[in-house]
C-alpha cells in the first residue's frame, strides 16, 4: 500500500501497532522522544526499553522531529491522555488538517471533562477516528491473534485506517458510535480498578464478579445517557475490554486497584508508570455529577482511591446497595 504512516510515541502499544502495520505501508515513522532510544531503533532496529528482544520491521524510522510526520497520511497518537494537549499543539504547527488523525488513548482531560477526541476536534476537525479493543500491546508485538474497533464520524477514515491496520491476525471492526467507543475505553479502567480493589481485599468471587457486572450495567447507562449507542457496550471495546482489563494480571488499572485493596499507594512519579484510570476517576464522578448520573462503581472507586477511603468500609457501603 501507498501510504506513509506515522506514530507519536514509541511506547508498548506504539510499536507494537508500528510493527502491525509495517506489513501494510512503505514506511512507518516511529516518533520518540530520546535521542538514545532513537538511534537504537534506526542502527539496531529494537525498542530496547520496551521490547529488547524483538526485532522491529525494517521500514520502522525512528526519528525526534515532529516536522518529519507531514508527509503521513495517516498519525497515530498512541500517548498518555496527561500529554494530547501538549502534543495536539504542536502538531498543529506541522500537519494539514486533512492528515487523518487516530487516538489510541483512553482518558478525560481534568477539570476540562473533554475526551481525547474532544480535543482533537478543538485543534483540528472533528472526522478523527478512535481505537479501543481488548487489546494488549504485548500480544499485539508478538502477533497472536486480536479484535479491536475503531469509530469516525468519517466513514473513509474509517475504511482507510483499517486498510493500514487489517493482517491476517490483527482484525478490526468499525462501529459508528465515536462517543460509545471512547466512553467505554474510559470506563473500563475504572471497572478494572474496582474490581482489582475487591480482589486486593480478598473479596470472595461470587461478589466480585457481582460487581463486575453491576459496572458493566453502568457502562451501559452512562454511554446512553451521552447519546452513545448502548450496542456499543456489547462489543470488542466495550465487554471485551471491560474484562479483559478487570481480570487480567497484565492490566495496569487492575494492579492499580489490587494495591489499593491492600492498602499500598504506589508512587506514579518516582515509578514513571502511567495508570489511565487514575486519572480519569475525577472527571468520570465529576461527568456523573453534572448530568444526574448514579453510578456505584463509580462512588466506590472514587471514595477509595481519590477520598482514601478505608477499602473494606467502602465495599460494605456499595454492598448495601447491590441487589
Not at 43 to 70: F, H, M, R, S, V
Request: aromatic share 8%.
Amino acid at each position: 500500500m501507498t501510504m506513509n504512516v506515522g506514530v507519536i510515541g514509541a511506547g508498548s502499544l506504539g510499536t507494537a501497532i508500528s510493527q502491525i502495520m509495517s506489513e501494510n505501508v512503505d514506511e512507518v515513522l516511529l516518533h520518540v522522544r530520546k535521542q538514545e532510544l532513537c538511534d537504537d531503533i534506526n542502527t539496531k532496529g529494537y525498542n530496547t526499553q520496551y521490547y529488547p528482544n524483538q526485532k522491529l520491521k525494517e521500514n520502522i524510522k525512528a526519528t525526534l522531529e515532529l516536522n518529519d510526520l507531514k508527509k503521513c497520511d495517516i498519525i497515530f497518537l498512541a500517548i498518555p491522555s496527561s500529554a494530547f494537549r501538549t502534543t495536539l499543539k504542536d502538531l498543529k504547527e506541522v500537519i494539514d488538517n486533512d492528515t487523518i488523525i487516530v487516538t489510541t488513548a483512553k482518558g478525560i482531560e481534568y477539570p476540562s471533562l473533554k475526551t481525547m477526541g474532544d480535543l482533537i476536534s478543538e485543534y483540528f476537525d472533528e472526522n478523527y477516528v478512535a481505537l479501543s479493543g481488548p487489546n494488549f500491546a504485548s500480544e499485539i508485538m508478538l502477533n497472536q491473534p486480536t479484535v479491536t474497533n475503531i469509530a469516525s464520524r468519517n466513514p473513509e477514515y474509517s475504511k482507510k485506517v483499517k486498510e493500514v491496520l487489517s493482517t491476517k491476525q490483527f482484525k478490526v471492526r468499525i462501529i459508528d458510535d465515536i462517543k460509545g467507543i471512547e466512553l467505554c475505553g474510559v470506563l473500563k479502567n475504572i471497572n478494572a480498578i474496582a474490581n482489582g480493589i475487591c480482589e486486593g481485599m480478598n473479596i470472595n468471587e461470587n461478589a466480585r464478579y457481582s460487581i463486575l457486572t453491576r459496572g458493566f450495567i453502568d457502562t451501559i447507562r452512562i454511554i446512553e445517557s451521552f447519546g452513545g449507542d448502548a450496542n456499543t457496550a456489547h462489543e470488542y471495546c466495550g465487554f471485551g475490554d471491560l474484562i479483559l482489563t478487570s481480570t487480567s494480571s497484565e492490566s495496569r488499572n487492575h494492579t492499580l486497584g489490587i494495591l489499593y485493596g491492600q492498602r499500598l499507594i504506589i508512587d506514579e512519579a518516582a515509578s514513571g508508570i502511567v495508570f489511565e484510570g487514575k486519572n480519569s476517576i475525577k472527571a468520570v464522578k465529576d461527568i456523573c455529577d453534572n448530568n444526574d448520573i448514579h453510578s456505584d462503581i463509580v462512588k466506590f472507586v472514587y471514595d477509595v482511591i481519590i477520598d482514601k477511603m478505608v477499602p473494606i468500609k467502602a465495599f460494605d457501603i456499595l454492598w448495601e446497595k447491590i441487589e
